[in-house]
C-alpha cells in the first residue's frame, strides 16, 4: 500500500506545483514558441524511478490534468504524455536507478521523450498545419525536446548533490 | 487456460495498459463538445485561474494597473476608429463624393488582465481574468490598441479561455483593406496564411488585412496584420499569402473583450438557414 502511495498518489500531488511553474514561469524563458517541458522532466523521474507502467499511468494522468487545465483540446496532452512515460520507462532498470536518475543519461531520456510528447501532440492538435518532415521532426519535436532536456541539466546536478 | 492467460497479461502488462489508455485518450478527444466535460474544464479552469491570479496580483502590485488599463482602453478604440477612417477613405476613393459619412465608433471594451498562457506553435490559449459575470461571452473577439488577438472559447464566472490567432484551430474571414479582396486567414503553424488566392487578385506586400464582413463572428474592420509575402503555387494560378500579425500574441499581458453590437438582421438570417439545412 505504502509503496502504491509513494508511486502514484505522490508524484500527483508534486505534479501541481510543476503545472502551476509550467504555466506562470516557463512562458517567462521561451526562445520564440519554443518551451521547456516541466512536466516531462518530472514524468521521466517517475518512470526511471518506478518503471514503465507507473510511467504510462502517471503519463495519462498528468496529461489529463494539463488538458483540463490548459484549456486545450482534452485528451490530446493524455495521448502524448502517455506514449512520453511509456517510452521513458522503457529506459528503466531495476539495478541502475541511481546511475539512471543521477548522469547524461537522465538527460538522454528526457530529450527523446519531450521530443515525442511534442511530436504527437502536434500531430493531435493540428488541423492544417504544414506537416513537412523537416518541420515536423526538427521544429516541434527535437528543439523542444533539446530546450527541456538543457532545463533537466540542473535537476540532474541537484539528484547528485543531495546524495 | 488461466495460467496462460495470467502469463499474456503478466509479460505485456505494460502494452495492454498502454494501449487501453491511448484508446481512453482519443474517446476523450471525441467528447470535447460535450457540456458535462465543458462544466468539469470550466471549474478546474477556475480554481487554477484563481491561483494564477494571485501570483500574477502579487507581481503587479507596485503597477498603476488602472491607468495603464485606461491607457490601453483609449488606444484600442482609437485604433478601431483610425482602421474605421482609413476603410472611409479607400470608399470615398471609390464613390467619388458619393459618401455619406456615419460615424459607428461607439464601442465597448472590457479590459482582461492575462491570467495563464499555453505558448505552443499550434496551440495558443489563453486564460483572462473575466468571465460571465464582466458580460463576457463564448465568441466574442479579443483585442488590444494594435488589432485581432483571437476569441472567447469558453467562459467560467471569473474566468474565460480564448483562442489566439496563432492557433491551429482558429480561422477568420479577412479582406485586404485596399482592394477588397476577401479570404480565409488561418494558422498554419509557422505564419498567419490565407491560402488559395487566384494570383489574378490584386494584392500586395504591404497591404493590410482586417476582418472581413462575412466574418459572421468578429465584427468587421478590426486589423489584423499586413502582408509580408506571396508566392504562387505549383499550378500557377492560385497563391499563398502570408500576414504579419499586427499583435505579438506571445508578448502581450493585457487584452480588451470587444462587445460587439448584434447585428439581428444577419443573425436572424443565418438562424433561417441553419434551422432550413437540419
Redesign the interface.
Known sequence: MKIRIFKIILPIFIFLPVLFLQFIFVPMIAIGSIIPNLIIILLVYYSLKFGQLTGTILGSIYGILFDIISGGILGTAMFSNTIAGFSAGYFYNENKIEFNLETMFFIVVVFISSSLNSLFYLLLTSSEIKLTSSYLVFESGLLPGIYTAAISIPFVIFNKTKK | MSKFVRTFLNSF??YI??IL??I?????????ENQK?KN??LF??GI?AT??KI??DISNYFEDTEHIEGLLKNNAQLMLQVNELRDYAYELDELKGQFEFKTKSDYKLISAQIV????????G???ISKGSIDSVEIGLPVITDKGLVGIV??VSKNYS?IRTL?N??FKVAVRDQRSNVDGVL?W???DLQIKNVPTTEDIEVGDRVIVSELSTIIPPAIPVGVISNKESTISGILSNIKVKPFVDV?KIKNVLILKKKKDFELDSLITKVSGGLK
Open positions: 502488462k505494460e495498459v498502454l489508455l491511448l481512453l485518450s482519443l474517446l476523450i478527444i471525441t467528447l470535447n466535460v468539469v474544464r478546474s479552469l487554477f491561483f494564477n501570483v500574477l495563464s498562457r499555453l505558448v505552443s506553435k499550434i496551440s490559449y489563453f486564460i472559447t469558453d479561455t496563432e491551429s484551430l488561418n498554419d503553424g509557422k506571445n
